[in-house]
């Protein structure tokens, strides 16, 4: 098992830059994928990003793509999201995961597999 801790979500104006941090404890060796997804109210949870184990296979939506930057500390079992340039419609509850199957695969990862936090809750106004 693992347990998955999401911080670092607020209320910011659209443009300004959040840091979400997603802290992992328990079974923690086995080398998981981790990815965020996002939730948005009314709307299905989406994939944002995910990253291998090893950091080198990374995947984004495409409407995140070079304004966010996924990463993550192993020696400290934490997944990092920075999102820069945000916009209103980066408004939603993200999720950190974490899967054992390959960051790639868990693009299309579904709310009954893997490992999930509780959600952090980002707020972007216009």
């Known amino acids: 098992q693992v347990q998955l801790a999401e911080s670092g979500g607020g209320l910011v104006q659209a443009g300004d830059s959040l840091r979400l941090s997603c802290a992992a404890s328990?079974?923690?060796?086995?080398?998981?994928?981790m990815g965020w997804f996002r939730q948005a109210p009314g709307k299905e949870r989406e994939f944002v990003a995910t990253?291998?184990?090893?950091?080198?296979?990374?995947y984004y939506k495409d409407s995140v793509k070079g304004r966010f930057l996924i990463t993550r500390d192993n020696a400290k079992n934490t997944v990092y999201l920075q999102m820069n340039s945000l916009k209103t419609e980066d408004k939603a509850v993200y999720y950190c995961?974490?899967?054992?199957?390959?960051?790639?695969?868990?693009?299309?990862?579904?709310?009954?597999?893997?490992?999930w936090g509780q959600g952090t809750q980002v707020t972007v106004s216009s």
């Open positions: 995961a974490a899967s054992r199957q390959s960051s790639r695969v868990m693009v299309s990862m579904k709310s009954d597999s893997g490992f």
């Open positions: 990253i291998s184990w090893n950091g080198v296979s990374i």
């Open positions: 328990g079974r923690t060796d086995s080398g998981y994928a």
